[in-house]
């Protein structure tokens, strides 16, 4: 237990896009992902944080993780 290695990383869920039928036009900000599978990068660190230290000490991945989520078009 007292190894100095780090965590092993989580599988994240195997994620499918969703089909929002016809193609949509280019101008349309409607997420092309489910949320679980949106940002999977800061979702990972956000997580990892959170379990090690606790929420409150977490806000800057949070707030990381939400932005990336935005920027995927997802409301948050």
Excluded at 59 to 74: N, S, V
Aim: net charge positive.
């Amino acid at each position: 237990m007292g190894s100095t290695e780090s965590p092993t990383p989580v599988q994240a869920p195997v994620c499918s896009i969703v089909n929002s039928g016809p193609a949509a036009p280019a101008t349309d900000s409607k997420p092309k992902k489910k949320i679980c599978c949106a940002c999977p990068d800061t979702k990972r660190l956000r997580d990892e944080c959170i379990v090690e230290y606790g929420e409150s000490a977490c806000t800057k991945w949070i707030e990381a993780h939400k932005q990336c989520l935005r920027a995927e078009g997802f409301k948050v």
